[in-house]
């Protein structure tokens, strides 16, 4: 069984660009989230997702947002980037079978690096 | 709100040394605890987790951690260290079984031969 994808593995963007990461949950999870991995801050967390619905963000500017496609997939852009914003952002996806939540499971992360 | 502090931004132990590494929360209900590990340039793996059954919880790769409400502690052993358990460890804890994770700031842990 496939676990959680991310795409891209690197992304190298300049300040006052946009960056879109992709997320694939593992199949029948619905709940995505996203966490910025920064040097020396720990994981901070950004968004989630559940069933197609932001359910809950992080202390994170509104340049930071995303959507969950129909698919459960998931989609973190981040607006007019700033030199900050380069960390590694993690995925991370949950399941429900039987109405009992599994634990998070993670992907590689996309390193986002802004120059 | 629910918080996480991990005592120690490194730890170095000898190889076949006892490895505890220290994990503190603050929760207002019973929480779920987690422990991952993360090698470098990947993603997280989960250890083990706490979902309020045993109080001594058994991971992967001989790790263990013990849940303590009176210390509001979760602290991360293992008898004997192994060079591959060379890694970062973070601890986290959330409220119910599918909020989000709060994760504390993560111990390095260093293997010497």
């Known amino acids: 069984e496939a676990g959680v994808t991310q795409s891209p593995t690197h992304l190298i963007k300049t300040r006052g660009q946009q960056a879109t990461l992709r997320c694939s949950p593992i199949?029948?999870?619905?709940?995505v989230y996203w966490y910025q991995q920064a040097l020396g801050l720990g994981l901070q967390f950004l968004l989630w997702?559940?069933?197609?619905?932001?359910?809950n963000r992080g202390n994170f500017p509104p340049r930071f947002s995303g959507r969950q496609f129909p698919n459960y997939s998931s989609e973190l852009n981040v607006n007019a980037l700033e030199l900050e914003d380069s960390a590694l952002y993690l995925c991370a996806s949950r399941g429900y079978p039987g109405g009992i939540s599994t634990e998070a499971f993670f992907g590689q992360g996309t390193r986002l690096t802004v120059v | 709100a629910q918080s996480v502090t991990q005592l120690g931004s490194h730890v170095s132990v000898s190889e076949g040394a006892l490895v505890l590494l220290r994990c503190n929360y603050s929760s207002s209900v019973p929480p779920y605890l987690f422990w991952y590990v993360q090698y470098p340039n990947q993603g997280l793996q989960l250890l083990l987790k706490?979902?309020?059954?045993?109080?001594l919880v058994k991971g992967i790769n001989g790790f263990e951690a013990e849940f303590k409400k009176s210390e509001t502690s979760f602290h991360l052993t293992k008898p004997s260290a192994h060079m591959s358990d060379a890694a970062e460890y973070f601890c986290a804890v959330s409220r119910s079984g599918n909020t989000p994770l709060v994760f504390g700031k993560g111990t390095r842990l260093s293997v010497i031969a």
């Open positions: 706490y979902t309020s059954a045993a109080t």
């Open positions: 997702y559940d069933e197609g619905e932001e359910r």
């Open positions: 199949s029948g999870h619905t709940s």
